[in-house]
């Protein structure tokens, strides 16, 4: 069976190798995945379908596995867990103490 590589641009937790980004000071990190041809096939034939690259199948799939554990994938994301966050220790707060009613 023979194995085809490509590299995919990645977040920094894939630090192989950084390459600095033509736009921006943000960088790009690269990582070199392996497919058996049968796979890399399909997945040339989906990007082709979805007239897109398979660099872009690879974003989208890493950040459905990163949403699928709960790790934001952009400042966007971020924002939203971390007011969630800080919303539900004062939502349990106020239904775990009942009111008191004074007894006449």
Same mark, same amino acid.
Request: charged share 35%; net charge positive; no cysteine.
């Given at each position: 069976?023979?194995t085809?590589?490509?590299? #995919?641009?990645?977040?920094? =937790? #894939?630090a192989?190798? =950084?390459?600095?980004?033509?736009?921006?000071?943000?960088?790009?990190?690269?990582?070199l !995945?392996? #497919?058996?041809?049968?796979?890399?096939?399909? /997945?040339?034939?989906?990007?082709?379908?979805?007239?897109?690259? !398979?660099?872009? /199948?690879?974003?989208?799939? #890493?950040?459905? /596995?990163?949403?699928?554990?709960? !790790? %934001?994938?952009?400042?966007?994301?971020?924002?939203?867990?971390?007011?969630? /966050?800080?919303?539900?220790?004062?939502?349990?707060?106020?239904?775990?103490? %009942?009111?008191?009613?004074?007894k006449?």
């Amino acid at each position: 069976m023979t194995t085809r590589y490509y590299w #995919f641009r990645a977040g920094t =937790i #894939f630090a192989d190798h =950084i390459e600095s980004a033509s736009r921006g000071s943000r960088q790009r990190v690269r990582k070199l !995945i392996a #497919f058996d041809e049968e796979t890399f096939d399909k /997945l040339k034939q989906l990007a082709r379908d979805r007239m897109g690259t !398979i660099q872009e /199948l690879a974003d989208e799939a #890493f950040a459905d /596995l990163l949403r699928k554990h709960g !790790i %934001p994938v952009d400042l966007k994301d971020a924002l939203r867990k971390s007011a969630s /966050l800080s919303k539900t220790p004062a939502q349990d707060n106020a239904r775990s103490s %009942p009111s008191r009613k004074s007894k006449s």
